[in-house]
């Protein structure tokens, strides 16, 4: 048949090259729709083959390929081949489905993997077998019993884009032969052989490896093809033609090392290795073997079993002469057979078996939790993994998967509920614990736990030759599970509780497993710890072992330059999976570095480094390297410097280390060694960083993760140009990056105090000496004493910050945090003890409130305590000239502790208890001792601010050389003498002062700090502090900046004024400098805290401080607090305020009183929270700092019953989407270890988010109040437990109504700041209690008239009551409220309580969740709410009210102009004529309150209508929508003055109205319009007429205010 495609095709296809090439089109936004079909039905044992042409990485999926019997001239394309029905067999990725469904789920090549250029064919058997052909190769059958007459099918999908029909034809005669062995294979049984674990095809036959030494070496004269398998490794040839691209050298390396890997084998109690030595095996050996092969003897000449063709008695001989062909075994103990390790057809009671017994799945499974236990079919082999996947769990029962082997025979086995019910020869794992015949022997096996996994995820075991159990979770071993087992035993697996489904994997057949599994690989890489044999034909003894990147990278890497370069080639589409390892372990002492060649800027993050004790041949990389948590101790796993932290199997180790990964550039350079001493080491350009990790074993891999921003970096093998390596870097001064963030002091020798080397046994020094931490920090709380390396000077200030806490020790009698003093002991002289409190001689400390001497306790209760401070504090010592010593928190002096200090004393440090991290402070050093206290509270950020108000915090947005400290109240430039521009974290009030002082200068640069004011706000800015901002202030162009540099002051960088007062270039450290933006709008600039007058003119009103560290000055700290907000906006709603509005007074009391108060327990948040949150102002106040995520909080104390728990919502960042979440969690959260989003929490949670509830993370209530995410700065949310254990939502002090109920006690108040929602504050004033009927019943009473109009759904989609939120006021309502006064309208016609008038602008109607449509009236009918009005209650007529008649009315719309409104207000009711929304000429007139508005002129009706007929016949038109109402042609707009702003707006007017049923005819729009007005109503329906005047009934004004 011609190898054309049939022109009907898919309808994204396109065809070219005489229908031979297919083109999928917009492949960049589309990824289906590109099916194209053979142009002939095939003729049996043709190959139809495609060549991929193009490939794009947008897309996951590829290529599918497969037959059809529909005919494509009549076929109704579908978007993808998997959608193809009636007879279509489709090979997709490695499964087989046959009319969409599967059939085969792992079967020959992954399509996925191909790249361009490979070729894939399809056939069609004379058997009725597809096959499947790639590069040539047949991957056997995948389905049989195909009717004939099928259509070639290829699907353009995914990454595939365009293909090119090559041939359809029979297979080639070396193709044939393949065919027709496969043909016989298929009528024998399946058989396969495993040696050492491995399969023998995967060797691709033993004999063509004989073969093909004879070849190389003149004995045969053909070398014969190695045979096709269905699980060739992707860096195994095909065949030995030259194109496989593998010279003879690697093909003898390759099969040398495969060899020795049968030695060893043999040597751990493997298999001999054996070959035939007469006749032929003509098709029926075993699928690795090609037959045909002479000469004879043994490869093994010390094995009696070998040779004469018997092999040993592993061996399988399938020729019925019994001898002859390459034979493989393994001496495991009795018969091997070959057949595949499935399910045992019996299984537990509840098990059904598909998928060829591959598949088990527990029936019922929300009914039942247990009788789901299976077993494999026969015994494991030895050193054969049993490996399975999970494909399916619920989430209803706690427990999950346990997995194991069992010495009970299936056949014989009465089986139990649960394996672990069994009490012999069992061994299971179960959660992260062993457990042997029932009881547990090892209680934390390994970090994972098996109740954890998820969908997707695979769990395997193997039972090694020496009898060991191990365990694999998603291919990572996890260690020796059982060290002796029996020599026979099954694989089990018990779906219990959340598991019901699981398919074995046999992982040959997984490209990635392929990798770390299969022989070629495990021959190919050295064994941990053994060296790689020297078995070239073509030794070089000379050659050096070069240090090269492993083959086995992540799946976006690259590796080339022979090993040298490894690079993310799709940098720009993927910012991850790019691990690359080294290819042999590292030797002690030896330098592994890379340079970074490439970056992109389009990512957050950049290169991490470090080191790994797995084999990269067996490792299954991940994404990203710091995801990978194995290592059962210390002693293993994966160490890696990331940022500038150091991690251990994906925990981090140490905070600040060394300098920042992320701020590299390309060019720069980054390695890691380990030395003799198990000590590990990082280098920066060539800088050590000092030790990061300890007791690191030998035998590690470097690893290297091009992540984010790091695209390509190559080894670097010069290392003489490194400076080498000290012998401890904690001694004496470390010689550290210039840009390094280790030299924050700048080389001063004022500020050189740092920990002594010498430390307690726990202790570790890092960071240059300026950071001390404790090790293993949750099971030691001490011996962790640090000293300081010199004696303190007089009036010197020790001063260190705490920076990372444990909760470990607290409620024991190790529950103290820290202590600190002073001791006259010489750090060379000193044996540390397990605290510092055990010496008893000259040595003076604080502990908790209690100051020691000589560990003897001589005062009690001093001004402060140090086992209340949290991490952020800061503790400082000062010596003074008389020999006072005294202590400062947080920059305040709490007074002379104790007195008479010998001069010569050294800072003490016990990191004990819970204190595990601290760090020296820029601001320890020299002091002033006359100004010793002023100065260092004006320099602190102390929790008791110096000044009333909120002290002022810097923005997280800055310049890349910048790094914040101290809660965002301290600013470091570390690095350079630019890129330092921090800003002031909100704007500043009229006359607000924001001050900062000078902490540290570096006199190497000139220039110093420039400071000014800015309309550039830093929310705008990009996420990433690297781009955006320029190097300095001068030249920042974004906006207006006003500014001060030197003396000269600059507008956008252009001079303004020189000689300005004094010059900012001649402060130094202690100088204090502040700006402000005064009520004249002019900029003034303080030094000192003089002003130095008026510096600019003509500022504009909304602000930020902006400062540029330039130059000299490298850190500043602030010293000056916002203005206090008005405290009635934190207040909380007081459902009893006084404060109520017209008309409220006379209003008469509900029955029952007032709610009885009750004692309030205080509300704050808990310590412990998710990663990203900040607390402040005594833990009331919760900011997320980074991110979108890792913001959750919990409160400290339980939610008493029928108390209110309320906060109030700060700050919103609209850069998100999304906003947070809030509920309950019923378990003490003290040591909650919190996911990334509260929706993760699945024990004992219910949560509202959105307008949805949901309980352990299911959804169990829709539309529940309103939705959260609408919710704007200064809402209020509230939580509250009533009496019957029901949870209730109050926003604004509304109560939503039961969110849940049976919530336990106790339960903790949950927030999850996430998305917008960057920072809330507990509201702490005293409220009453709210659960009570009153309070209901009060609510109820205020919504009863609006329930009249607006349906039930919209009366409770309430506004805030005036007398709930007095403060809550829209801006929009004010406006349109300040043009209804203009009117001067009687105050008669509207309703005197002001509850009733609802604002309809984009914030108020999404904050009450108001729905676009609802229904009114009998018979129902829709109308619109009015979005973009306010309505004004008018008063409703006396015998309405009573009769409440108008219920069942509909409800309308009617626009009409400003001079209408008086008259139709008089007459209650719409006039026809005199009213009529037709009947105005927009004529603008100046009136007298400030408005104009168009006159009448009842003549000026609509083109063609019949003025007469309309003066006749009284008509008034109504719509059920304002969006035709309120046309201008309708509603004309008026133009009117602001009397607050002064500034000019347009305004119309309109009314909605209640109109009786039956009263009405609906009719067409009569505009003309040809596009819909409103998307719920027709054209044809959208406008009412009514001629009854007593039909309608005005019940609200409205105003639209543009």
């Known amino acids: ?308 063709g018997t092999g040993n008695t592993g061996s399988v001989s399938n020729s019925p002469a019994g001898g002859g062909g390459a034979r493989l075994g393994a001496v495991t103990g009795g018969m091997l057979t070959n057949d595949a390790l499935l399910f045992h057809e019996k299984c537990g009671t509840l098990i059904k078996l598909s998928n060829n017994n591959k598949t088990a799945e527990r029936r019922r499974p929300l009914d039942e939790f247990n009788n789901g236990v299976v077993m494999t079919n026969r015994p494991l082999r030895h050193n054969e993994m049993f490996e399975i996947r999970i494909d399916k769990l619920v989430d209803k029962w706690s427990g999950s998967i346990e997995i194991g082997v069992t010495t009970h025979n299936p056949n014989n086995l009465d089986y139990p509920a649960t394996m672990t019910n069994l009490r012999s020869g069992t061994i299971m794992m179960s959660g992260c614990g062993i457990l042997t015949n029932g009881k547990g022997t090892r209680r934390e096996y390994c970090e994972f736990s098996l109740d954890e996994l998820q969908e997707g995820d695979h769990i395997g075991l193997m039972h090694k030759a020496s009898g060991a159990l191990h365990f694999y979770i998603n291919g990572i071993d996890q260690g020796v599970a059982a060290a002796q087992t029996p020599a026979v035993v099954y694989g089990v697996v018990d779906l219990y509780g959340m598991a019901v489904k699981v398919t074995i994997v046999h992982n040959h057949n997984h490209s990635d497993r392929l990798r770390r599994n299969n022989a070629i690989m495990r021959a190919l890489s050295p064994d941990v710890g053994r060296p790689r044999p020297a078995l070239s034909l073509t030794p070089d003894p000379d050659a050096p072992d070069r240090l090269l990147f492993h083959s086995n990278c992540g799946q976006k890497a690259a590796i080339i330059s022979e090993g040298r370069t490894a690079l993310r080639p799709h940098a720009t589409d993927d910012f991850n999976h790019g691990v690359v390892l080294s290819g042999r372990p590292l030797r002690s002492n030896e330098v592994f570095q890379v340079r970074i060649d490439k970056m992109v800027d389009k990512w957050a993050g950049s290169i991490e480094i470090g080191v790994t004790t797995h084999n990269p041949a067996y490792l299954q990389l991940p994404s990203t390297m710091t995801n990978l948590r194995s290592g059962n101790t210390n002693q293993s796993g994966t160490w890696m410097m990331t940022g500038n932290g150091v991690m251990h199997n994906g925990t981090t180790i140490l905070d600040e280390y060394g300098h920042n990964l992320d701020r590299l550039k390309a060019g720069d350079t980054v390695g890691v060694v380990r030395k003799e001493d198990g000590s590990l080491h990082f280098f920066v350009n060539g800088v050590a960083q000092g030790p990061a990790a300890w007791n690191v074993p030998p035998s590690i891999y470097a690893v290297v993760d091009l992540y984010g921003q790091a695209a390509q970096a190559t080894i670097m093998d010069d290392v003489a140009d490194l400076p080498p390596l000290p012998e401890d870097s904690s001694e004496g001064p470390t010689v550290m990056s210039p840009s390094s963030p280790c030299s924050v002091a700048g080389g001063n020798g004022a500020n050189d105090l740092r920990f002594h080397q010498l430390h307690g046994t726990n202790a570790v020094i890092t960071n240059g000496g300026r950071t001390a931490l404790r090790q293993n920090c949750r099971s030691e709380f001490n011996d962790a004493i640090v000293i300081s390396n010199r004696c303190l000077r ?270 900012l270039d001649r402060l130094t450290v202690g100088n204090r400098v502040g700006v402000k933006r005064c009520s004249d709008d002019t900029m003034h600039v303080l030094i000192d805290g003089e002003d130095m007058g008026p510096a600019a003119t003509a500022v504009a009103k909304n602000v930020y401080a902006v400062l540029d560290l330039y130059g000299r000055v490298t850190a500043v700290s602030i010293v000056s607090s916002s203005v206090l907000e008005d405290a009635g ?292 009918r829709d109308y619109a709410l009015p979005f973009g009005w306010c309505r004004f209650a008018l008063r409703i007529k006396p015998h309405c009210e009573v009769s409440n008649s108008f219920k069942k009315w509909h409800i309308a719309y009617h626009g009409t102009s400003v001079g209408a409104l008086r008259r139709t207000l008089d007459h209650a009711q719409l006039l026809s004529g005199t009213s009529s929304i037709f009947s105005v000429s927009p004529v603008k007139t100046e009136g007298p309150n400030g408005y104009s508005e168009p006159e009448e002129n009842s003549s000026n009706s609509l083109p063609g209508r019949d003025r007469e007929r309309d003066r006749e016949v009284p008509r008034v038109q109504l719509s059920p929508t304002m969006r035709y109402s309120g046309l201008e042609m309708f509603a004309p707009k008026v133009q009117f003055r602001d009397p607050r702003s002064h500034c000019c707006h347009q305004a119309q007017v309109g009314f909605q109205v209640c109109v009786r049923p039956g009263s009405y005819k609906v009719g067409p729009q009569t505009l003309g319009a040809s596009e819909p007005l409103d998307p719920r109503f027709s054209n044809t329906e959208i406008e009412w007429i009514t001629k009854d005047q007593g039909g309608t009934l005005l019940y609200g004004l409205l105003i639209r205010v543009e």
């Open 1129 to 1420: 906006s934190v207040k909380a709603p007081s459902l009893s305020s006084d404060s109520c509005s017209e008309g409220e007074e006379d209003r008469t009391p509900v029955e029952g009183g007032e709610p009885a108060l009750v004692h309030n327990t205080v509300m704050a948040f808990l310590e412990n929270h998710g990663k990203n949150i900040q607390l402040s102002h005594q833990n009331l106040t919760a900011a997320r700092v980074s991110s979108y995520n890792q913001g959750l909080l919990v409160t400290a104390q339980p939610l008493p019953r029928q108390q209110l728990f309320q906060f109030q919502i700060d700050r919103l960042n609209a850069s998100w989407t999304s906003s947070l979440s809030l509920g309950v969690i019923g378990h003490s959260p003290d040591r909650l270890n919190f996911p990334s989003t509260a929706c993760c929490l699945k024990r004992s949670v219910w949560l509202l988010q959105r307008d949805s509830v949901f309980h352990n993370s299911l959804k169990i209530c829709e539309n529940y109040g309103p939705n959260l995410d609408t919710c704007p700065e200064g809402t209020v949310l509230g939580l509250l437990v009533d009496g019957n254990s029901c949870l209730h939502l109050y926003v604004n002090g509304m109560d939503q109504g039961v969110a849940a109920q049976d919530i336990p006690t106790p339960c903790y108040p949950l927030i999850d700041l996430y998305g917008q929602c960057e920072q809330v504050t507990i509201v702490t004033n005293t409220v009453s209690t709210v659960g009570g009927e009153s309070g209901e019943a009060r609510c109820q009473g205020d919504m009863e008239k609006a329930d009249m109009v607006d349906g039930i759904k919209e009366s409770v989609c309430w506004t805030p009551h005036p007398e709930v939120n007095p403060n809550k006021t829209c801006e929009y309502q004010a406006l349109c409220s300040r043009f209804k006064d203009l009117l001067t309208l009687p105050d008669g016609y509207f309703n005197e309580d002001a509850k009733y008038n609802l604002c309809y602008c984009e914030s108020c109607h999404k904050l009450r969740g108001d729905e676009s449509y609802y229904k009114r009236g009998e018979p129902p």
């Open 794 to 1063: 007089d009036g010197e200030l020790f001063e260190i910050v705490i920076q990372k806490m444990v909760d470990r020790w607290s409620g024991s009698i190790e529950a103290g945090k820290i202590m600190a003093g002073v001791t006259a002991i010489r750090p060379e002289e000193l044996e540390f003890p397990n605290t510092m409190t055990d010496i008893d001689y000259d040595t003076w400390m604080l502990s908790g409130t209690a100051i020691m001497q000589d560990g003897n306790t001589m005062r009690n209760n001093y001004g402060c305590d140090l086992d209340t401070l949290t991490t952020g504090s800061r503790i400082g010592m000062m010596r003074s000239a008389t020999g006072d010593l005294h202590y400062y928190i947080n920059g305040v002096d709490q007074g002379v502790a104790c007195t008479g200090l010998p001069p010569e004393v050294y800072a003490v440090i016990d990191l004990y208890g819970q204190c595990v991290q601290v760090s020296i402070t820029s601001s320890s050093g020299p002091q002033d001792n006359s100004l010793c206290t002023s100065n260092i509270t004006e320099k602190s950020f102390s929790i008791h601010s110096p000044v009333a108000g909120v002290a002022h915090r810097l923005h997280s947005k800055h310049g890349k050389n910048v790094v914040l400290l101290g809660e965002g109240c301290q600013a470091v430039r570390v690095g350079g003498y630019a890129h330092g521009i921090v800003f002031s974290a909100k704007e500043l009030k009229t006359d607000e002062l924001f001050e900062v002082k000078i902490d540290e200068v570096d006199d190497q640069w000139s220039g110093s700090l420039h400071m000014g004011l800015t309309t550039l706000a830093p929310p705008e800015l990009p996420s990433c502090p690297m781009s955006g901002l320029s190097p300095s202030l001068t030249q920042l162009r974004c906006k207006v900046t006003w500014l001060l540099a030197g003396s000269e002051v600059r507008r956008n960088g252009l001079l303004q004024r020189q000689n300005y007062g004094a010059s």
């Open 1 to 308: 048949m011609a190898a054309e495609l049939h022109p009907c095709s898919g309808k994204l296809i396109g065809l070219s090259n005489s229908n031979r090439t297919a083109q999928r089109n917009q492949p960049v936004q589309e990824f289906n729709n590109g099916l194209v079909l053979s142009r002939e039905p095939l003729k049996d044992r043709d190959v139809f083959t495609v060549r991929i042409d193009k490939k794009v990485n947008s897309w996951s999926g590829s290529i599918e390929i497969g037959v059809t019997s529909l005919d494509p001239a009549g076929l109704d394309f579908p978007s993808s081949a998997t959608g193809l029905k009636g007879g279509s067999w489709i090979v997709s990725g490695c499964s087989v489905l046959c009319d969409g469904r599967s059939v085969l789920e792992e079967y020959g090549r992954d399509l996925d993997q191909l790249s361009e250029g490979d070729r894939v064919g399809i056939q069609r058997s004379a058997h009725g077998e597809l096959h499947l052909w790639v590069n040539g190769q047949d991957c056997g059958a995948a389905a049989s019993g195909l009717p004939t007459g099928l259509w070639a099918v290829v699907d353009l999908y995914g990454k595939c884009t365009q293909v090119t029909v090559m041939s359809c034809e029979p297979p080639s005669l070396a193709e044939r032969d393949t065919e027709r062995e496969t043909v016989e294979e298929h009528e024998q049984e399946d058989e396969e052989v495993v040696v050492c674990g491995v399969r023998e095809g995967e060797f691709g036959g033993l004999t063509s490896a004989v073969n093909l030494a004879a070849a190389t070496n003149g004995t045969l004269e053909e070398v014969p093809e190695l045979p096709p398998t269905h699980n060739r490794p992707d860096k195994f040839p095909n065949n030995l033609e030259p194109e496989t691209g593998l010279t003879e050298h690697q093909l003898f390396d390759v099969l040398n090392n495969a060899i020795v890997s049968l030695y060893r084998s043999e040597d751990n109690g493997g298999g001999d290795l054996g070959v035939g030595g007469t006749g032929t095996d003509s098709g029926t050996g075993s699928r690795g073997d090609r037959g045909s092969s002479s000469g004879g003897g043994s490869i093994n000449g010390n094995s009696s079993d070998s040779g004469g």
